[in-house]
């Protein structure tokens, strides 16, 4: 697949169902190609660098999210996940969705929760893949983001850009992949917000 790369970022950026991507790209939607794909594309393995910055960082973030009344958060990725959406006030449905609520997807990526162990990835309302772990779950649901070229749903615009910003240091110095829509700032207020209450909480020492 690596050595097709090339012919697959035309057909991508020359299509915009993935249905038609599947149809002549049908490997490109098995994990290790998505996520080898993803990390031609962005120069690093997007798996690694999440799992390196939970480690790192998740425990300060559950933390947080419990001095502000969030309970239930783990560093567990979906847990940890759910748990930002919720202090952004955000909408879990965009990205995470349980069986039994899946009667309508979103268009954009998201993960759909089955029973345990399993979660299915969905984009343009169409089951891409099947998984095994949380980890790779959401991993694989953000790097749909940037290999199908898919803006940020306003819904859950905050949470991913927390996501690019602080756990993968995506930090663009103008732009956004959020969707238009008002006026546009190159780091919302509300997370700047956010990760300077979340830094203070870190380093309540700091002078």
């Known amino acids: 697949m690596s050595v097709t790369y090339c012919a697959q970022r035309i057909t991508i950026n020359s299509e915009e169902n993935?249905?038609?991507?599947?149809?002549?790209?049908?490997?490109?939607?098995?994990?290790?190609?998505?996520?080898?794909?993803?990390?031609?594309l962005m120069g690093f393995p997007v798996q690694t660098k999440f799992l390196d910055q939970i480690q790192e960082t998740g425990k300060v973030i559950t933390e947080f999210l419990g001095s502000k009344g969030i309970t239930g958060v783990t560093t567990d990725p979906l847990k940890l996940l759910q748990g930002v959406v919720k202090y952004l006030t955000e909408e879990q449905k965009v990205l995470l969705i349980n069986e039994e609520d899946a009667l309508e997807l979103p268009s954009t990526p998201c993960i759909v929760v089955m029973d345990e162990g399993r979660y299915n990835i969905s984009v343009d309302e169409v089951t891409v893949s099947i998984v095994g772990c949380p980890l790779v779950a959401v991993s694989y649901m953000f790097s749909l983001y940037y290999v199908l070229n898919i803006k940020y749903p306003?819904?859950?615009?905050?949470?991913?850009?927390f996501r690019q910003r602080c756990l993968l240091g995506i930090n663009p110095e103008r732009g956004t992949k959020a969707e238009k829509g008002g006026k546009q700032y190159n780091v919302p207020p509300k997370l700047l917000r956010f990760l300077s209450d979340l830094n203070d909480f870190s380093n309540p020492w700091k002078i």
């Open 18 to 40: 993935v249905i038609k991507v599947m149809e002549e790209w049908p490997y490109l939607f098995h994990t290790t190609h998505l996520l080898d794909h993803t990390e031609k």
């Open 154 to 161: 306003k819904g859950a615009a905050l949470t991913l850009e």
